[in-house]
């Protein structure tokens, strides 16, 4: 996080705030959720957590890639879409593609919990170098 102001005094007072702030239990930094707050798991939306996929239909060509982050409720379906960046076009389709969407119900301690993860439709925001070299070399 980054604070700017002119007013020195103003900046000591927000940081000193900030020192005295307490946290929920079920807030910490291994990301492990609980109660409440989802467990966030890098990547669940693919391979086997995957049990029905929908790809989104879009209107239009476009070669942006659109980031989302959802939340899957205990029951594998998913219950909240975050569009990152998206147009409202690319942002329509991709919500009507994953509300068919259903996961693998992921268990913590043995009981269902809902996940939050990221997922990134379109193009890749950079591209991926070859895993094996030229091909006409090979």
């Not at 702030?21 to 467990?39: C, I, R, S, W």
Request: glycine letters at 8%; a positive charge.
């Amino acid at each position: 996080m980054v604070l700017t102001s002119r007013d020195t005094k103003l900046l000591e007072n927000l940081v000193l705030d900030m020192n005295g702030m307490k946290l929920p239990e079920d807030a910490n930094p291994t990301n492990t959720g609980g109660g409440a707050f989802p467990v966030c798991v890098k990547d669940y939306a693919r391979g086997e957590n995957l049990i029905t996929r929908v790809e989104p239909v879009f209107s239009g060509h476009r070669f942006n890639p659109v980031p989302v982050r959802i939340i899957i409720d205990k029951e594998g379906k998913v219950k909240h879409i975050h569009f990152l960046s998206a147009f409202p076009d690319q942002a329509k389709a991709i919500t009507d593609a994953l509300n068919q969407w259903k996961f693998k119900r992921y268990l913590r301690e043995g009981q269902p919990a809902e996940v939050e993860t990221g997922i990134m439709f379109g193009r890749a925001a950079y591209p991926t170098a070859r895993a094996s070299g030229h091909a006409a070399t090979e």
